[in-house]
C-alpha cells in the first residue's frame, strides 16, 4: 500500500489560516489608505498613465516580485486606474460599495461553484430568490425570474441563445439539437445602431456572421428610430429572413440614449418577436422613482440583461439575465425542451447550472445578498439618482460654456462633448485629430480621466460618472485642463 | 443651470473608508475562525446538507435579513459546502490558498475591468507577461502565449472559435464575417466520450447542433482510443464532412482519464488539424516533474485550457486559454483577419479586450501575480503532487479492501468507486439504485462529502480529492460510513 506523505511545510504554510489573517489585515490596511487618498484626491491624478511599455519594463524587472504578496498589493494599487478618486470618469465600470470587496473576499475563500445545488447551497437559493425579486423591481411580471452570469457579453449570448431557441420552437424544430442550418432562413436581431457590440459578437458566436446583425438607425437623442425599425423589419420580412430578436438599448453605450421600449414591444408584440433590453448599464433605472419612465416598456420584455457591476456599485462581473416567464431560462441549453410541456415542477431551479453557460460560477448572488441586507435595495436609487444627477449638471456645464458643444442633452451618466471649432477653414478630419490629440495630452498631463468616442463622423470626449463622490469642481478642473492644453493640441497640427 | 444636490447621507456612508474597514475586519475574524474550525473538522460533517426547499425556507424568513451584512457573511458561511474541511472530497472545484481570498479583495476593490489597456494597466500587462510564462511551463513553444477568462466552459469555447476561424482561413473563407453557412461541408469536433459536456456545448452554441460533436471511444483506462479516433477521422472524412479540431482530455471529469496526448497530435499533424487540450482539471501537472508525464504531447497543442480554480488552488473563476502560437489568439473575435498578414506588430497586445469574449474582466491576472511574488510557481507542483498521491493512496485502499471495486487506478485526483454487488440475485438496474440511495444517506447522515457519477451502465461514488489537508484517516472514516450505511440501503429496496 502506498504511504501517503505528511503535508509538505510549503503547503501547510500556505493554507494557515493564521497567514490568511495577515494576509487580509494587509490588504484591508492598503485598501482603507488607497481610498482615503483617492476619495481626497490626493495623487496629482485619478490615473497614473505609464505607456504599455513602460508599464512593462516595470514588471519585467525581477526585484518587483522580490516583496511577495504585499509587494503585489501596493503596486497593483498604485499602478492601477483610480475609480474611487472623484476626478475618474472613464468607462463603465462601478466605482464600488467598497464593502461589496469585503463579501467578494468571504466568497472567493468559500468558492462554492454552484453548478449543482450541493455545491453552494445558500448562494443557489438566493439567486433563485433575489433575481425574482429583482425582476419584478424592474417591473417584469409575477411569474418572472433569472439567472446570474458573468458579464453582460455573455449575459447578452444567453438571452439570444434563449430568443434563438424559441424560435426553433415556433416553427416546430430545435437548432439546440441540430444547428442553425435546421432554419429555413436566416435569422436576425434588429438593435440600434449604437449598440453595444457584445450583440453582433453574439450573432457571430451563434454562427450568423456580420449579416446576423441588422442596425436600426437612430434619432438625434440617439434612441432607435421606431420608423425605421419599420421599415428594416419590412426590408428583413421580404429577403425572406426572420427575426430572432429586436433588442432595445437601454442606454446605448456611446452617448447614453434609451431607445423607446414601450414603441419597441408593441412592434414585437404585434409581429410575434423577441423582445430583448440590453439593459446592462441603465436598466438600474428602473430602481429609481425619478428616472424609472427612462425604461417605461421594460416590463413587456422577453429577457434583460443588467450588469450590477455598472451602475449598482458592485466589482465585475455580475450580471443578471432576466425572463418576462422564468421558465423560459431554462431554453438557451437545455438538451430536452421541458418547458414546452408547461410544466414547471419538471424543472430544478435549485441546480442553476441548467440555465447557465458557465459550470462553476463565482457565489455572485451574496453580493446581492450582503447589499440588500445591509443597505436595502434602496442604495441602487440612490447610486442612480447621484450618476445621472452628475450626468445632468456636466451636460448643462458645457451647453451654457463658450467654446464647447454637447453630443446631446443627457439621458444619463454620460455625456459626450468637445471644443468648438474656432476656425471654418479647419476640416473635420484633422478637427477630430485634435481632439484624439487633445485628449492624448490631458491623459498624460491631466488630473481626471477622461475618454473617447466616435460617432456621426465626429470624435467625442466623453465622461461616464461612475463615481457619487465626483463634484462639480472636479467637472469644473477638468474642462479649465482640456481649455488649457488645446492651444497646444491645435499648434501640433500646424 | 441645475444645482447638483450635496451627496446622501446613505451613499456617504457607503463609501465611507471606515466603514469599509469595518467590513473587512469582520470579514477577516469570519473567514480566520471558520478556517480553524474547518481545518479541525469541528463541525459534525463538512456539508451542512439542507434540501432545496430547507434552504428556501431558511432565506425567506425576513428575519434574516435583520443583522445586515455580517448576518450574511455568517449565515452564508455556515450554510456553504466546506471546502476548506479535509472531509470534503467532493467536486473539481479549489480548496482554495486562502490569501488569494485576499487578492480578490484587493481587486474587486479596484475593479479595473481591461477592457483596454487604460482600465487596467497593471493587470493588462501582467496577464500578458504572466500567461506567456506559464505556457511555457506548459512545455508550449517560444512563441506562445495567452489570454485569461471566466471559466473552462468559455475558454474551450474561445478556443474552438479560434479552431474554427482557422479552418475558415484554410478553405480561404472567414466565418467570422460570413457566418458558419459560408463552409461548404459540415464541421464537427472529434472527443473523448468521457469528455467534460462543455465541448458539445461549444459546438452547439457556435451552432453546429448535436451532430458537431463526434465522441470517440475510450479504453479500459477510460483513455481516447486511438484507433477509434482513426476510425471516427475516417468516417467523417467519408460523410464529407471537415474536422474543426481534435479535443484530448487532461483529464476526464468522470475518471481522471488523461487521454494519449502524443498520439492524438501526430494525427492531428498528419492531417493538418487544430489539435486542442481541454486541461481544464489536470493540465496543472505539466508544472510537476512527478506527474508531467502525463501529458506528454501537450507541448504540440494548438490550444490549451487550463482553470487556475481547480488544481491551482485559486478561487473561481480563473481559466487561462494558452495558444501554441502567440499571434492566434487574436482569431476568435477579430473583425479583420489582420494575423494573416504575418505582422504581430499590428495586434495591440495591451488591449486583452480584442483577444477575450469578455468586454469588462475581473483583475485575474493579480491572483497569479501574488501566486509568484509569494510562493514562486512551486506551490502549484506542491499541490498536484498531495492531491495526486491522495488519489493514488485512496485508490489502494479501496482496491485492497473487501467488499469494494475501483473504476480503474487513479491517474489524477478522482476515485471512482463502489461497494461489491454482494448478491447476484440483485440486477445491475437494482444495484445502481442501491447505490445513489447510499449516496443520499451519506450526505444526510455522513461526516465527509463525496459525488456521484455514471458510466459503463453503473453508478459510482466519487471522490476529487481537492483538499491538500485531506488525510487516510479522512478515507477511512469515510469507507467506514459507508460501510455502515449500506444494508439500510440494500432494505430499503427489498
Redesign the interface.
Known sequence: ?????P??D??RH????????E??????E???????QA?ERQAFSS????S?EE??T???DSDV?????D???A???A??????DPRYM????????????????????????Q????????????E??LMSEIARMLGLPEESGGILC?????GN?VAL?AAQRHVAHQLGLD????????FPQ?LVVLVSERA???IA?AM?????????TVLVRTNHKHQMCVDDLQAQLKRVFDQGKRVLAVVGSSCTTSAGAFDPLEDIASICKRHGIWFHVDGAHGASVAFSSTHRHLVNGIEHADTVVL?F?KTC?L???CTGVFYGRYTQSFLP?SQHAKYLWDNAEDED??DTGKRT???????LS?RL??I????GW??WA??V??MW??G??LG??IE?RDGWELAMKPEANIVCFRPLCPDPEISIDLWNDVIKCLRKMH?KRGSS?V?MTEFDGKVWLRCTLMN??T??TDFETMLQEFEALLPMAIKSFS
Request: charged share 15%.
Open positions: 500500500m502506498p504511504q501517503l506523505p503535508v509538505s510549503a503547503l500556505a493554507f494557515s489560516p493564521v497567514r490568511f489573517a494576509s487580509a489585515t494587509k490588504a484591508t492598503l485598501l482603507t489608505s488607497h481610498l482615503k476619495q490615473y497614473p498613465a505609464p504599455p508599464e512593462r516595470f514588471w519585467s516580485w522580490k516583496d511577495g504578496r509587494g503585489i498589493f503596486n497593483v494599487i499602478r492601477s486606474n483610480h475609480l474611487h472613464g468607462h463603465q465600470v462601478a466605482t464600488i460599495i467598497p464593502e461589496t470587496a469585503s463579501t467578494g473576499m468571504v466568497t472567493d475563500m468559500l468558492n462554492n461553484g453548478a449543482i445545488y450541493e455545491m453552494g447551497p445558500s448562494n443557489a437559493v438566493q433563485d430568490l458573468h458579464g453582460g457579453t455573455l449570448l441563445m437548432s439546440w439539437q441540430d444547428g442553425i442550418h435546421v436566416p453595444h457590440y457584445c459578437r457571430r458566436t451563434m454562427g450568423w456572421g456580420a449579416e446576423g450588469d457591476h456599485g466589482p465585475a462581473l441549453f431551479w435549485w453557460f458557465e459550470c462553476t460560477k463565482r457565489m451574496t445578498a450582503a440588500k441586507a445591509e443597505f434602496g442604495i440612490e447610486l439618482d447621484r444627477a452628475l445632468n449638471v448643462a456645464m451654457t491623459l480621466y475618454v457619487p463622490l463634484d462639480t
